[in-house]
């Protein structure tokens, strides 16, 4: 149980383009999921939260213009990285939580790494 | 600034040996703990969650939780070449608080 599945995998794009990176919970409901970023050999750092039927929360210094979340159903965020440019290359994860009780863990989808040409 | 610290490393142990993961965290009021394997260009992976003080035993993985010293381990028996990954501790702080707090992860090399 507690499956969550990301889309896509890879993603190599030009810079200006804007890429929409979706996060499925398979097997059970997320109101809240969350959405990291990774660069290569640092821990993992809070983008955003991402709440169902609402706004997400965004973390200081996270453009939230940049980085456009939806959270549309209770199986569903997607992250869009708009006029990406060679910066914004990463490793983008989301996770979600099972159930309501905030102490419960996240469980990570596979992660999509962006490069930006 | 509320962290969670661990050891880099690479900790370096030979198969079969139990490889100790440390992690102290500040916020006192966290209730939450949980230990997370990434193996090199892949997403984490849930190991263990731990609640309450003491030891939490799950097959060849023991979790400790020291709420008191704010610190909390991970042991892995009979260690094996598969365990090489890198080891990153989590923390939920106290109250109704999404965010997990993550260290910065202990590499853990076990030598065949």
């Known amino acids: 149980g507690a499956v969550v599945s990301q889309h896509p995998s890879w993603v190599i794009c030009k810079s200006g383009t804007s890429v929409k990176i979706e996060c499925r919970s398979l097997?059970?409901?997320?109101?809240?999921m969350f959405w990291y970023r990774q660069f290569p050999k640092q821990s993992l750092m809070l983008m955003a939260t991402?709440?169902?039927?609402?706004?997400?929360?965004?973390e200081q210094g996270v453009e939230k213009d940049k980085f456009l979340i939806n959270h549309a159903s209770l199986t569903l965020s997607t992250l869009t990285v708009t006029s990406a440019h060679p910066e914004d290359s990463s490793f983008y994860i989301c996770?979600?939580?099972?159930?309501?009780?905030?102490?419960?863990?996240?469980?990570f989808g596979d992660g999509t790494r962006l490069s930006i040409l | 600034q509320k962290e969670v610290e661990q050891n880099s490393g690479p900790l370096s142990v030979p198969e079969g040996a139990i490889a100790s993961l440390n992690c102290t965290y500040s916020?006192?009021?966290?209730?939450?703990f949980f230990w997370y394997r990434q193996y090199s260009g892949k997403s984490p992976e849930l190991i263990m969650s731990i609640y309450s003080n003491g030891d939490k035993e799950d097959g060849r993985f023991t979790a400790q939780l020291n709420k008191a010293s704010q610190y909390v381990s991970l042991l892995i028996r009979d260690s094996q070449p598969s365990d090489s990954a890198t080891y990153l501790c989590a923390v939920k702080g106290g109250g109704a608080t999404n965010k997990l707090i993550f260290g910065t992860g202990t590499l853990l090399a076990v030598q065949p």
């Open positions: 991402s709440n169902e039927g609402s706004k997400a929360t965004y």
């Open positions: 916020d006192r009021v966290s209730q939450s």
């Open positions: 996770s979600a939580r099972v159930g309501g009780q905030y102490n419960q863990p996240q469980h």
């Open positions: 097997d059970f409901q997320a109101t809240t």
